[in-house]
């Protein structure tokens, strides 16, 4: 009965205002056209009290374009330190000088409000406006939320700033050790 009860549970909020939320286990998926693809992800680390970001930045073949890494060096809620790895990530694609890009991320709060401007009034309402304002400035710009599952890269990216305060970018790589990550995590094209 109680699986029964989950499975309609299920059926009937597997779209949360207008926003498909994946059932399973979702994989990294290519943008369409001629644009990027910019995964972000924020982590939270209680015993250092810091936070990390994660960003890759991908073609539409899976390639990396860049990557970055970096530590917050305060502890913060999680909505808050991914609203603040989408801001990060928006800078980022500026500083690289994009202006066709697909931003996406696995927190349904900060995807649902930068479509629906919503979530302003909240304690990292200022990082989602920034947010908002920064991808207005985009020639082509949309939003998507994927699960975990799909933002592999973007995760193992910010936890890799546990340990390392250092901001660290990569230009048409990642990290060594996470290029298996990346190899499994591209679909078969």
Known sequence: MVCDLMRDFERVHSNVS?????HGVAKWRPPIGEILKVNFDGAM?????????GVVIRDLNGVPVAALSEQIPQWMESDCIEAIAAVKALDFATELGLTNIHLEG?????????????????????????AID??????SFCVSHTRRS???MAHHLAQMAKEDPEKRVWMAGVPEH???VLLSDVPVL
Do not use: W
């Not at 207008?18 to 994946?22: D, E, F, Y």
């Not at 209680?46 to 990390?52: A, D, H």
């Open 150 to 152: 799909g933002n592999v």
């Open 106 to 130: 696995d927190s349904l709060t900060v995807i649902k409000a930068m479509r629906e401007d919503g979530y302003l009034n909240a304690s990292f309402g200022h990082f989602l406006q920034y």
């Open 18 to 22: 207008g926003i498909p939320v994946a």
């Open 134 to 139: 920064r991808s207005k400035q985009f020639a």
């Open 178 to 180: 996470l290029v298996q």
């Open 45 to 53: 680390f209680m015993r250092q009290k810091v936070c990390g970001v």
